[in-house]
């Protein structure tokens, strides 16, 4: 049987090769449209057309796997980023490993008797950049995503990141104009580049507004447990419960109902990632939705290029407010 060829490709989704090659390499974000990319991958994967990557010159290991470190298994937003990545990595006949190093603060221990040996590179989500310093002893090129841009010390090649700053004030934008002024901001307990740029830029929107900031590990009761505590302190009480995740904010509204207040009637909540939780609890969680599947689906795209001795562009991916039945005005002073 005849292996498909790009040309093959193009003339079965009506593109050019050039489109195919965009498509399938993953740099077709600004160039091709979603719908066109979506017709490229359904004719590839219609005509099993795999890319001859010794014809494109990758400068490959002998294994064609890559390695995505994440914080934990499970948080959707990983699964997610993993999606991204394999999909991607299969196109090009690649694997993708998942390996989970707790918190994302590390280090992340090589998985491998030797992982410059069974790998070609790794791809680090939201992880510390000294978290992986063993595996890039390893040799091993390094695509960072969700971190710290200026933190040289990975000695990462790219990175992809999501514009989470913007996300945040998308959230205080939002609820500044309903009105309200007093928040309590749940912030995350990790120490993590992400959750940093949040907090400052939520101090950033809400200088001026009195503003009580609480941390907890990521689940649910102990958001809920940090949140009561925060709740009954005394003088005014918040008006509005800004989260630095949709699983803080789920345990926001477990202490609002144990102290008998409704949500958003008398206090809002939001959240932010955007998981199937936020439309899971009642009242639906107004968060942010971060494209983790692109997000892993760039990484990717990142990494191929420098296995081919490319300069891969530093990527800023956009975020989204998700308004739901979280927010609301705050009641009557």
Known sequence: MTRPTSRDVAGAA???QATVSLVLGG????????????RVRAAAGTLGYRPNLAARNLRLGRTR????????LTNEFFARVYTGAADLAAAHGFG???YPSPDGVGPARD?????GAALDGVIASSMAAGAVG???????????????PADTSS?????????????????TDHLLALGHRRFLHLASGVPSWTFDVRAAALADALRGAHVTTA??????HEASRAALTALTLSGPRPTAVVCDDDILAAGACKALRRLGLRVPDDVSVTGFDDLALATAVEPELTTVRLPAERIGERGMAALLAVLADERPDPAVLPVSLVARASTAPPPPS
Do not use: Y
Not at 111 to 115: N, R, Y
Not at 134 to 146: I, S
Not at 155 to 171: C, E, K, P, S, T
Not at 215 to 220: F, G, K, L, T, Y
């Open 65 to 72: 796997t890559a390695l995505l470190v994440v914080p934990a």
């Open 134 to 148: 063993e595996l890039r002893g390893a040799g091993l090129p390094l695509v960072m995503l969700d971190s710290d």
């Open 27 to 38: 740099k077709w974000q600004g160039r091709v449209s979603p719908a066109t990319a979506e």
């Open 111 to 115: 998985p491998f008797a030797s992982a």
């Open 155 to 171: 000695g990462a090649a790219a990175h992809v990141n999501l514009d989470i700053a913007d996300g945040m004030r998308q959230v």
């Open 96 to 98: 993708v490993v998942l």
């Open 14 to 16: 009506g593109v050019s």
């Open 215 to 220: 941390r907890s590990a990521h689940d649910v």
